[in-house]
Every structure is written in C-alpha cells, then in structure tokens.
C-alpha cells in the first residue's frame, strides 16, 4: 500500500541543517536543506560556500505515522506548527525553492509584509479571489476593502488568507 507523503518544515538546532539533512537522508527518509551559493571574503582569496538559505529550518517529506520518528532524530527541535497541527509544505513551493537556488547564487531572503494601501488576493474562505485594498495591519490580521458592486465590504482576515498581487 503506497503511503501519502507530505512535506514538512523542521525546526532544528542552530547551525545543525547540514547535520540533520545527512542524519535523516542516512535513515532513509527524503529531506531537502536548501543551500545557498556565498561569496566570502578570506585574506588571501574569494570562496563560494554553500550556507543554509533558512536558518534552523530543514524539510522532510514523511507520511503522517513517521513524525514521531523524526522528532526523535539529534538536533531536530520540532516541527514548525500551523493551527494547532505540523505545517504541511505543498510539492510546488519545494519545487519553486530549487529550482531558483540553481538559477540564482548569494540570494537574499525576508520575510513578508503586508501595509496599508497593499493590493492584495483572498485565498481561501468565502472571500476567495477576491482582490482588495489593505486599510490596516494588526499583529496577525489585516483590514482589507473588498470593493464589488457597487459596494464597499469590509472584513478583518487572517495575514494567512490574503496573497500581495
């Protein structure tokens, strides 16, 4: 019986993703430590070095019944957690990730942030694809103006919810 696996986001030691990419990948599980081409400066010379493009974080892609075994696994803190249960990585998004590792070298990453007069895309609920303007940002949610027919609805929606067109 074929197992459904999914990835996930490990929360790991620091300066341990090399460590636990090789630890997992000898115990027969498939992980992925994206890994960025570095310029660094010696004295005597220029090297490339390949450096973790995330800080603490590896994915691993494991059928549900196996999160417990990686828990297990030295330098592995825990899995990166989303409403109340591990993330789930889509195939795409780990895909997108190699492919512009190898077309792109030194590459530079920040988090995301919503501001006041963003333009933005519902994903999910029954806003979805519908298009918006950003009126306020609180911790975790926003504000956003959906105007459609002729009228202005408002709604304060998860950060989670929205997509910056």
Same mark, same amino acid.
């Given at each position: 019986m074929m197992q459904n696996k999914d990835?996930?986001?490990?929360?790991?030691?620091? +300066?341990?993703?090399? @460590?636990?990419?090789?630890?997992?990948?000898?115990?027969?599980?498939? !992980?992925?430590?994206?890994?960025? @081409?570095?310029? @660094?400066?010696? !004295?005597? +010379?220029?090297?490339?070095?390949?450096e973790p493009l995330f800080k603490s974080y590896v994915f691993v892609k494991i059928a549900q019944q196996d999160l417990s075994n990686i828990r297990g696994v030295n330098g592995v803190v825990n899995f990166v957690y989303w409403l109340g249960k591990p993330a789930v990585i889509r195939e795409a998004e780990i895909e997108n990730i190699k492919k512009f590792l190898n077309e792109y070298e030194d590459v530079q990453i920040a988090p995301l942030s919503m501001e006041i007069g963003d333009q933005v895309l519902v994903t999910t609920g029954p806003l979805m694809d519908k298009s918006g303007t950003i009126k306020k940002v609180l911790k975790n949610r926003v504000e956003l103006v959906i105007e459609c027919l002729g009228y202005k609805l408002t709604a304060n929606l998860p950060k989670t919810k929205l997509k910056k067109l």
């Amino acid at each position: 019986m074929m197992q459904n696996k999914d990835w996930f986001a490990l929360y790991t030691k620091p +300066r341990w993703e090399k @460590k636990i990419d090789a630890l997992l990948h000898q115990k027969g599980f498939e !992980s992925y430590c994206p890994l960025n @081409k570095v310029k @660094k400066q010696w !004295s005597d +010379r220029v090297k490339v070095v390949e450096e973790p493009l995330f800080k603490s974080y590896v994915f691993v892609k494991i059928a549900q019944q196996d999160l417990s075994n990686i828990r297990g696994v030295n330098g592995v803190v825990n899995f990166v957690y989303w409403l109340g249960k591990p993330a789930v990585i889509r195939e795409a998004e780990i895909e997108n990730i190699k492919k512009f590792l190898n077309e792109y070298e030194d590459v530079q990453i920040a988090p995301l942030s919503m501001e006041i007069g963003d333009q933005v895309l519902v994903t999910t609920g029954p806003l979805m694809d519908k298009s918006g303007t950003i009126k306020k940002v609180l911790k975790n949610r926003v504000e956003l103006v959906i105007e459609c027919l002729g009228y202005k609805l408002t709604a304060n929606l998860p950060k989670t919810k929205l997509k910056k067109l």
